[in-house]
Nanobody, 121 residues
Framework: QVQLVESGGGLVQPGGSLRLSCAAS????????MGWYRQAPGKERELVAR???????NYADSVKGRFTISRDNAKNTVYLQMSSLKPEDTAVYYC???????????????WGQGTRVTVSS
């Protein structure tokens, strides 16, 4: 089985920085797009950033200029560098990846368990 495991969440002060990591594990054949989504209590899940295999990125307007998404294909890992954090960035952040396992012939939209980010003084 393939899975995504996020790490790096926690408590940070406004204006601070935090880096999230998401590593895919298992018998992986290939990974297409990867991305980060977030969901705050009482709000809908929203796209934060996505990155293609080739490195083309897309950001939500609310984080553009503050967050940077990157990936290391050799490590099957995607990162989210968050800077100038604001209280409104507080949410559970979920890793997403389109993954093809070795034993399958198609890609599956896969989600991590989420990591909580709290921005507060």
């Amino acid at each position: 089985q393939v899975q995504l495991v996020e790490s790096g969440g926690g408590l940070v002060q406004p204006g601070g920085s935090l880096r999230l990591s998401c590593a895919a594990s298992g018998s992986i054949f290939s990974i297409n797009d990867m991305g980060w989504y977030r969901q705050a209590p009482g709000k809908e899940r929203e796209l934060v950033a996505r990155i293609t295999f080739a490195g083309i990125t897309n950001y939500a307007d609310s984080v553009k200029g503050r967050f940077t998404i990157s990936r290391d294909n050799a490590k099957n890992t995607v990162y989210l560098q968050m800077s100038s954090l604001k209280p409104e960035d507080t949410a559970v952040y979920y890793c997403n990846a389109v993954i093809r396992a070795v034993v399958t012939q198609y890609y599956i939209n896969t989600w991590g368990q989420g990591t909580r980010v709290t921005v507060s003084s």
